[in-house]
Structures are given as structure tokens and as C-alpha cells.
């Protein structure tokens, strides 16, 4: 069974930083896009970064130049370096990824339980 694990989330002042950390276990073949996503109390998840496999990235605005998404496809690992941190980047972190498990031609979204990241003001 496919399942993604994040670890990395906690408590931290605003102006810190933090780096999220999202692996996958199970059986695949491989991983296309990988991601996370947040959602704060009141809003729809939203994008915050995504990598290809090839390593092109995408970042919502509000965390461009102080995030930075990369991955480890030896560990089929994904990352996400926050710096800056503000108030309002407090949410539950989710990973996100496409990945071809049952054969070579079937994507599949999965998800992971999400991490809690608060910043204080």
C-alpha cells in the first residue's frame, strides 16, 4: 500500500524556518509530480509548491523567493525549505503526488495526513 509521511511541522516564531520533509513507501514505479499543499482554519487547500520529475518547479505567489521545493528521487523523498515564515503561512501542510504504483500507465493522486506548521507573531 502507497502512503506518504510528512514530518517536519511544529511551532516556530515568525522570520524562522522550517523544512518539511514528505516520503513515500510501498510498491510504485515511479513519481511524477510531487507536491504541498496547505489549509488554514476557514479556507480551501491550497497549492504551495509543486516539482516535476524533471525538476521544474511552480510556487504560489505569497511564498515565492521564500520557499524552496526539491526532491530526492533516490528516496523518493520531497522537501519544502521555508524561511521567512509569516503569520499567516500558519496551516496543516499536506504532500501531494502523482505516482504510477499499480502499472507503467496509471497516475494516481496521493495524499499524506498533512503536518501542522504554526508561526507565532
Known amino acids: 500500500q502507497v502512503q506518504l509521511v510528512e514530518s517536519g511541522g511544529g511551532l516556530v516564531q515568525a522570520g524562522g524556518s522550517l523544512r518539511l520533509s514528505c516520503s513515500v513507501s510501498g510498491s510504485i514505479y515511479s513519481i511524477d509530480t510531487m507536491g504541498w499543499y496547505r489549509q488554514a482554519p476557514g479556507t480551501q487547500r491550497e497549492l504551495v509548491a509543486e516539482?516535476?520529475?524533471?525538476?521544474?518547479?511552480n510556487y504560489e505567489d505569497s511564498v515565492q523567493g521564500r520557499f524552496t521545493i526539491f526532491r530526492d528521487d533516490d528516496k523518493d523523498t520531497v522537501y519544502l525549505q521555508m524561511i521567512s515564515l509569516k503569520h499567516e503561512d500558519t496551516a496543516v501542510y499536506y504532500c501531494h503526488a502523482n505516482i504510477r504504483a499499480g502499472d507503467l500507465w496509471t497516475v494516481r493522486d496521493y495524499w499524506g495526513r498533512g503536518t501542522q506548521v504554526t508561526v507565532s507573531s
Open positions: 516539482i516535476t520529475d524533471s525538476g521544474y518547479t
